[in-house]
């Protein structure tokens, strides 16, 4: 408190489908929230549709714009008698944009072809395990590292004179301060754990100077005041600091940090996440799937992390599927999860299964040619039989997450999770069910939001440190759910008899598809 003014803390998280500006108190309570559709933001899209790949292309004015009148909004929503203190940023990590000398975007995209001579380069200095053991990431052409050392192959390499993330990005457009962020700048791939420093090969291939690349700072490290642009154009009052912020699953783990402890975590999100935290030596790289290691928000810890693709593909079957805009028939979300809970009733038995590839997969490896399936299908399917469906095959692939990120995985062990899905009563029963353990759900209106608020608690001096920040929230109000031993049962035996031997069967069907296929091109 400051006399009778509240001091509050602003978080932004930039995610895939929208802008989330949440304001709270410091003990991570909700003042204020606004939200904006990114979609528009996107480079080469129609702006409907979010950029699934691993290396989103964002327009960064456009990203800023519609960043920067969200904040606007919570700034005329926030109520008299609070001080702002704070903001800080989060966002997906694996997006980077470059900036010339003056600070503007450089467009760049590289073709497969590019692509795959840098990963050629990298597998002739490395073997996978090699270089996963030093940079957290797998091999692999899909790194935004490999995307920007493919750039630097052509002139306009020469321009870049900043790599930043999405998160650091829109820190820069706040303050007016290039910086980079340990947690975002280490998930471009190309950082050598072990050397505390850019890999040295890298650095090579690209002619880029460490400098250019940014030496990165903890999150919660204050970066200066809001610059005169962003106080006109987000609305923001004279004298909030900005401070960095870090990737979107690690600022909501560093949230439910109390609860985060010894659980696996999950975020439910265009892309779904399944993580664990713990401090020490990075793990042995995983052989059989791809699996991350990240720098975590929280000093002196990092992430076991497993991802792929998740509601961007209820999103798609919202949208293209089970609704149709052309003729105006838009089903919103409430109208989701209203059939969700209408299906999902005494008798769960159903014939309806879906494979969650429509956008290909990360898991186990990244295939962007995998393809998505329902199976049977009957004259009595409907739409909502198809969402309960999407939800249940999202939640059979968690599954099958799990027991690969933990191989003891079992009944006894509880899942914290955050998201989107974790909304709703009915998505939340049924992967309880599906995983057959316990979901705790903290009471966080937006969790990488309210960790990115917290951090900047962190660097305006509210909290002491970190692990006072982190604590915060202990006192929120949590759900817990808990799994029915009967549908537990039955998705066990559907799990193991029908979606994991129908997805062994679809892995040979992609190939023959993609073979056919490729003899007919002309």
């Known amino acids: 408190m400051n006399g009778t003014m509240t001091e509050v803390l602003a978080g932004v998280d930039i995610g895939g489908t929208s802008v989330k500006v949440l304001v709270c108190d410091a003990r991570g309570r909700k003042v204020c929230l606004q939200k904006s559709s990114t979609l528009p933001a ?10 699934t790949g691993p290396q989103r292309r964002f327009d960064g004015e456009k990203l800023w714009l519609i960043t920067a009148q969200t904040i606007a909004r919570a700034m005329k929503e926030l109520p008299q008698g609070c001080r702002l203190r704070s903001i800080a940023v989060s966002s997906c990590g694996c997006t980077v944009l470059l900036l010339d000398e003056k600070g503007e975007q450089i467009d760049f995209s590289v073709s497969p072809g590019e692509l795959a001579r840098e990963a050629a380069y990298y597998a002739g200095c490395f073997t996978n395990q090699e270089f996963c053991a030093r940079t957290g990431y797998p091999l692999e052409e899909n790194n935004s590292g490999f995307h920007i050392s493919a750039f630097c192959q052509r002139e306009q390499g020469r321009r870049i004179a900043h790599v930043v993330s999405v998160d650091d990005y829109i820190a820069y457009r706040l303050s007016g301060e290039i910086t980079r962020n340990y947690s975002t700048a280490l998930s471009c791939g190309m950082w050598d754990w072990g050397e505390r420093g850019w890999l040295s090969r890298f650095l090579m291939r690209t002619g880029l100077l460490e400098e250019q690349l940014g030496a990165p700072l903890e999150s919660g490290t204050p970066i200066g005041p809001v610059c005169q642009t962003a106080l006109e154009e987000a609305c923001l009052p004279d004298g909030v600091l900005v401070c960095t912020g870090g990737h979107d699953y690690e600022c909501a783990a560093f949230a439910c940090h109390p609860l985060v402890e010894g659980n696996l975590f999950s975020i439910t999100g265009t892309i779904d996440m399944l993580a664990f935290f713990q401090r020490g030596e990075l793990p042995e790289p995983m052989e059989e799937c791809r699996h991350i290691c990240d720098r975590h928000v929280m000093p002196g810890e990092h992430s076991s992390m497993i991802e792929t693709l998740g509601a961007v593909q209820t999103e798609w079957l919202k949208n293209r599927v089970v609704a149709d805009e052309q003729f105006g028939f838009a089903l919103g979300w409430d109208d989701y999860f209203s059939r969700l809970a209408g299906r999902y009733g005494a008798d769960f038995r159903s014939t309806e299964l879906f494979l969650p590839r429509v956008f290909g997969t990360y898991f186990p490896w990244v295939d962007r040619d995998s393809l998505g399936m329902y199976a049977g299908l009957s004259k009595d399917t409907d739409a909502s039989a198809l969402l309960l469906a999407t939800v249940e095959g999202m939640a059979f692939q968690t599954k099958k997450m799990a027991h690969v990120l933990k191989g003891d995985f079992s009944a006894q062990d509880a899942v914290v999770m955050v998201g989107g899905g974790s909304k709703d009563p009915t998505w939340l029963q049924v992967k ?4 057959g353990s316990r979901l705790i759900i903290p009471a966080l209106p937006e969790a990488s939001a309210t960790g ?26 949590r759900q817990e759910v808990l799994p029915d031993p009967r549908r537990s049962a039955y998705f066990g035996e559907v799990y193991r008899e029908v979606y994991l031997p129908l997805e062994r069967t679809m892995n040979e069907f992609d190939k023959k598809r993609l073979q056919i296929n490729q003899r007919y091109e002309r």
């Open 42 to 51: 996107y480079l080469g899209t129609d702006g409907k549709t979010p950029d």
């Open 432 to 435: 309880a069910d599906i995983l």
């Open 452 to 477: 990115a608020a917290l951090l900047g608690g962190v660097g305006c001096k509210v909290f002491a440190g970190h692990r006072e920040a982190a604590q915060a929230c202990e006192g929120a109000i």
